[in-house]
């Protein structure tokens, strides 16, 4: 038997494929009528057997409630899940590349404890710079606005999904320095970077027989297409493309009018919408990502290890009809998922893709409306006068139209004595008061099975709403029952952010990233009401000494939450991390500044006070000097004074002598 050709191959794979898609398409049908109902009644329309059974004159009212609160839990699941933030740790013991190894011995030279610290030091260097580039690439994507759109179809329909990450190519331009003339010139680069792609239920289609929706080998997508979005993947030039452009251009040339037809729901959605469109000529693809064993890629054509020819290894497949436009192998590892799966209620395991919100009160909103109905049918009932009329009693011929300002003319004859008046009032119990008690009970009903009492939607009322903390105090208890709703979230966003993480390490592997992390959702957020965690930030800010808050506590990230406690949009009133350094920077040039005044200050009042002091001792010194030569010359003056004394004394003495002698001589 000759070996088949894997153009022979492809197509008998297409065929399969398109057999098990065509399977799974009919074992969906009961979840698109779920489907259906909950889209209905989100937009206010009765199902078609309920509409029919309700008479052409009687009211058709349908009060929306079941969209005024899934809305709100929207919002609510939207604001709450952009504060649950992810980290990327390293993991207990983490595993580095031998270059880096190596560095670390050498530089640590032979200390095992030293080498160890070493390690995990560099491991959580990689870790942050992932998160780093993760959280970069997240902004740059504008993935809220895909999260957003999860979630919204998560509560509408019970899932949403997204699918990725897409490698795209986008132009980027950095400057570098021409060797000719040593100047700056623009050089532009292609770069891929990551996408994620929102999925609509509508063109999901999973394996009903799955155990659940993370346990299904194999999951279907329709994607329709233009005829020239279609021609766009026609590339003969590109010898890597892992598209089939000969199977395209054939297929295209035999079907000029594309292969879209409407299905059946969106049939139903527009007749709902009163919408009138043609299936027009667009090309729908069928996508299947599952799992082949390594044998069955062998045999395709692929290259794998004789190791893994016995496991099983993620294949991406995509259809037109039955014809393979496109096969590849996911880059990605086994446990990495490609589509990614918000369950709105995920305790709930007997349905595959959960219950939806509007699932979860259809009742009330059916009671609701059948109050609603009555109410309006008995109130225009009554609404207008009724009256009885004895025509006996009224002049032949009178208008018998009631109308302001009328004048009835009675005939009075023998036969009419009695004294009933022609006209009297005829007055019908509306019951609205008791169907109003009936339409209040089911929208009570309504608050309790959704857990949306009105306290979370604003309308409180009493001793609570005296303080912005009372009310915000109810508000947080009435959140504590999405914990649930938020911990499905967590497990969508590890999804998403382990799958980025192998998307980096597989098309931007550069070496300050890799490593061995782990991927943490950070549930610390509690569901109080903002104001509370923003009081309670501050308060604890005030109980930490100074010492301790000026070493330990993130000033910035502080100031951010904080301000997103208050709904302020922080991005324009915190620095960036650049303006922080350059504050830094200022401020330690303006310290050393300052530090070099108070040193010349100082300066200055030494070199006065040694003045002062130079000048007190000359002074002293001069004193000193004056007083001794005063001393001095009073001294000689007095030896002076002593010394004419005594010379007057022997002067005296002599003259007496000399008398003495005068008068003894004969």
């Known amino acids: 038997m000759a070996k088949e050709s894997r153009k022979e191959k492809l197509e008998k794979l297409g065929s399969a494929l398109r057999a098990e898609f065509e399977r799974i398409k009919r074992d969906r049908l009961p979840l698109e009528e779920r489907w259906l109902r909950s889209y209905r009644q989100w937009k206010g329309i009765y199902d078609p057997e309920i509409e029919c059974a309700i008479p052409a004159d009687r009211s058709h009212t349908y009060p929306r409630v079941t969209r005024v609160k899934g809305l709100h839990l929207i919002s609510r699941l939207i604001d709450l899940s952009s504060e649950r933030n992810f980290d990327i740790e390293p993991s207990p013991v983490p595993s580095i590349q031998n270059d880096d190894l190596v560095e670390i011995v050498q530089q640590v030279q032979g200390d095992p404890d030293a080498i160890e610290k070493a390690i995990h030091k560099l491991a959580r260097e990689r870790a942050d710079n992932l998160k780093n580039r993760v959280t970069d690439q997240l902004k740059e994507m504008d993935y809220e606005a895909t999260l957003n759109r999860v979630i919204k179809s998560g509560v509408m329909y019970g899932v949403g999904i997204a699918c990725g990450p897409l490698t795209n190519s986008v132009t980027r331009r950095k400057w570098e320095i021409e060797p000719s003339s040593g100047q700056y010139v623009p050089v532009y680069e292609n770069e891929n970077v990551p996408e994620f792609e929102y999925v609509s239920i509508w063109d999901f289609y999973p394996d009903m027989s799955a155990p659940n929706i993370r346990s299904m080998d194999k999951m279907f997508r329709t994607i329709r297409l233009a005829r020239h979005d279609i021609s766009n993947l026609i590339d003969d030039d590109d010898e890597d493309s892992v598209y089939e452009s000969d199977t395209i251009r054939k297929w295209l040339e035999e079907n000029p009018h594309g292969n879209y037809a409407r299905p059946n729901y969106q049939k139903q959605m527009d007749e709902d919408e009163e919408i009138r469109v043609t299936d027009g000529d667009y090309y729908e693809l069928v996508s299947f990502y599952g799992y082949m064993s390594g044998q069955e890629l062998e045999d395709l054509g692929f290259d794998v290890p004789k190791q893994s020819l016995s496991t099983s290894a993620p294949l991406e497949v995509v259809l037109l009809d039955d014809k393979v436009i496109k096969i590849r192998t996911s880059p990605y590892p086994v446990d990495v998922p490609y589509y990614h799966i918000f369950i709105l209620d995920p305790d709930d395991d007997s349905r595959i893709v959960g219950e939806s919100f509007p699932e979860s009160v259809r009742d009330s909103q059916m009671g609701i409306c059948a109050a609603a109905r009555q109410i309006s049918d008995n109130s225009a009932v009554v609404c207008g006068p009724m009256v009885e009329i004895d025509t006996q009693k009224l002049r032949p011929g009178s208008d018998k139209t009631l109308k302001s300002f009328q004048v009835f003319e009675r005939e009075n004859n023998s036969l009419n004595q009695d004294d009933n008046p022609a006209i009297r009032n005829v007055s019908i119990d509306s019951r609205i008061t008791e169907l109003l008690a009936v339409y209040n009970m089911w929208k009570d009903l309504m608050d309790d099975e959704s857990m949306i009492p009105p306290v979370s939607m604003g309308n409180v009322q009493g001793e609570a709403m005296r303080t912005v903390g009372g009310v915000s105090q109810i508000a947080g208890a009435a959140n504590m029952t999405l914990r649930n ?13 382990s799958s980025l993480v192998e998307w980096n390490y597989e098309f931007k592997p550069t070496r300050d990233i890799l490593g061995d992390t782990t991927v943490v959702i950070d549930k610390s957020m509690s569901l109080v009401a903002k104001e ?86 000359m002074r002293l010194q001069k004193q000193e000097a004056d007083t001794l030569l005063a001393g001095r010359k009073q001294a000689f003056e007095e030896q002076s004074a002593q010394s004419d004394r005594e010379l007057e004394a022997s002067k005296v003495l002599g003259d007496l002598a000399k008398a003495r002698l005068t008068s003894s001589t004969p």
Do not use: C
């Open 532 to 617: 509370i965690r923003g009081m309670r930030l501050i308060e604890t800010l005030q109980y930490l000494p100074e010492r301790i808050r000026d070493m330990h506590v993130k000033g910035g990230e502080l100031a951010r939450q904080v301000f997103d406690t208050q709904d302020i949009n922080s991005k324009n009133l915190l620095n960036t991390p650049e303006e922080v350094a350059q504050s830094q920077q200022a401020q330690a040039e303006a310290a050393q500044v300052a530090l070099e005044l108070d040193r010349a200050r100082a300066n200055k009042l030494n070199a006065s006070a040694e003045a002062q002091r130079a000048t007190t001792a």
């Open 485 to 497: 709703m938020l911990r499905s979230i967590d497990r969508y966003t590890e999804s998403v952010i």
